[in-house]
């Protein structure tokens, strides 16, 4: 049936009930706003507390959806060539967690990129599953890894031929996108489901120019970041689900299992009209944000010593398209951290970026950017070139450090629940560990529970640690001991 993507049964629908101004002997406590903080309440509006309900008879339930929820997750399925789309508060991190759940149990394998955000291994934790690690293809210059090969898939699952899934990130964090379509033809000759990190990508599906999506590839679960790149509000997410390999109603109780009772109207209203924008402008909203992009592009990479990434690094199985909304910008060449550019940019200009690492900063551009707004990013970007070019030196080549992918050698959720001891950092290495570590973002962990420590990869965390980076994950978020498998010595 072809539905109207102008309508938006969710949100209209929660208006109406607010505009009869019911008398409310229900949660949220504050009603509608007047029994809050008197501040809070005029610095947020009437408006969005007067919506910030509960799953009350007339505003249906997203635990059993039957209503006008029903009918808001019918029309994302239909905008985004799912054959179902399930609304997620909790995140794509929420929506991974569920994919990996509905798919795997305990001692399923699961093939993986090794870069995964944390949110996977989560996944694989609480479901038991054992995971299978694919290399992503690393970029050396850049320091970032991209996707995985259609031949390590194949490969892996010549090698494992009772896993479970195969789980690919599409795009990465940094918009470059693999050959999804040859992986899901691959994994789908062998009739096993290819669960996609859908997480960057809410929007490539509205423009012929982006890469192609989870469903438009064929896949057979997506999890998608509405919240981060098609407009909706922070936290929310969706999961779609196409094809026969995956029954819709265990999707729909595992989902349940790991979602609140009380789930906010204000987020899932903002997927709906986010579908909507998407549905029926996304394409011109996206032609005038990539031609946005890419002007600013060509006027960052005018500046000495600052290289912002495009369509050049295409060209390998693991890089077959990018996203050009997306600014990676390497500024290794001014001898300058990509943190140390954040904060210049915070500190002198009042720029925030996306995220920084050793040698890189990430912009995002999207429809709520203005032409002024990237000349800004240019301008403090000349500036700063022209303040640290004494610095550089083209003829120097950087040498970029590069986590090695350690060995697993427990699954994660028996590491995770393994006697475990603390151990001062610097005598990690050798030991098993039992705890994630991660920079966020990206939240790609550089240790995963029942990984072998590495001298390299104590190195490698000592350095972003060094250089400010938000190095997270451990209990001891000074980094000063690791928690570890407990050794047991043999009784005499
Ligand atoms: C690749 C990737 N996957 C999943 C997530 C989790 O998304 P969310 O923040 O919506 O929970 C992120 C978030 O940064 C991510 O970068």
Redesign the pocket.
Known sequence: MERNQLETPLFTALVEHAKKDPVQFHIPGHKKGKGMDPEFREFIGDNALSIDLINIGPLDDLHLPKGMIKRAQDLAAEAFGADYTFFSV???????MAMVMSVCGPGDKILVPRN??K??MSGIVLSGATPIFIHPEVDPNLGISHGITPESVERSLEQHPDSKAVLV?NP??FGISGDLKKIVDIAHSHEIPVLV?E??GAHIQFHDELPLSAMQAGADMA?T?V??LGGSLT?S?ILNLRGNLISPNRVQAVLSMLTTTSTSYLLLASLDVARKSLATEGQALLEDTIRLAELTRAKINEIDHIYCVGREILGTNAAVAIDPTKLLISVKQLGLTGYDVENLLREKFNIEVELSDLYNILCIVTSGDSEEELLKLVQALQEISADFKHQSDQNVEISVLLPEIPVLALTPRDAFYAESEVVPFEQAAGRIIAEFVMVY????PIFIPGEIVTEENLVYTQKNMEAGLPVQGAEDYEMKSLRVIKEQLATK
């Not at 909790?90 to 991974?96: L, P």
């Not at 973002?441 to 790609?444: E, L, M, Y």
Request: proline residues 7%.
């Open positions: 909790q995140g794509t991190s929420g929506a991974i995964v955000h949110s996977i990130i990465t964090y990190d997480a960057h999890a970041s919240h981060k936290q997410s973002p990206p939240g790609i």
